[in-house]
């Protein structure tokens, strides 16, 4: 099992920043890719963005493209998303998400990472 711990959530306003983390245990964390998601209330889980083993392939979701970044560091356990210019659409409950079988054709589906977060409440207010 992969525990998958998401930290810095918030409320903040429109135009501010946040960093999410998401903090891994209890499996080889450079052999999975690595993906964020959100849900809003009463919507389904969507793709956020995702980040390949190395790190070296990242993926974003149009909504988000130019204002969030996803990394990792591999020797922390650790994957971030910084969020900035942050709009009231963003608010949603953002998940982490790791995955080994995790390829450029399948990033963007849940059904591609067997280990998931809590979530982190990220609120924007306009």
């Known amino acids: 099992q992969m525990q998958l711990v998401e930290s810095g959530g918030g409320l903040v306003q429109a135009g501010d920043s946040l960093r999410l983390s998401c903090a891994a245990s209890g499996r080889t964390f450079s052999l999975y890719g690595m993906g964020w998601f959100r849900q809003a209330p009463g919507k389904e889980r969507a793709f956020v963005s995702a980040?390949?083993?190395?790190?070296?392939?990242?993926y974003y979701a149009d909504s988000v493209k130019g204002r969030f970044t996803i990394s990792r560091d591999n020797a922390k356990n650790t994957v971030y998303l910084q969020m900035n210019s942050l709009k009231p659409e963003d608010t949603a409950v953002y998940y982490c998400?790791?995955?080994?079988?995790?390829?450029?054709?399948?990033?963007?589906?849940?059904?591609?990472?067997?280990?998931w977060g809590q979530g982190t409440q990220v609120t924007v207010s306009s």
């Open positions: 980040i390949s083993q190395s790190g070296y392939s990242t």
């Open positions: 998400a790791a995955g080994r079988a995790f390829y450029s054709s399948n990033y963007g589906r849940v059904a591609t990472y067997e280990y």
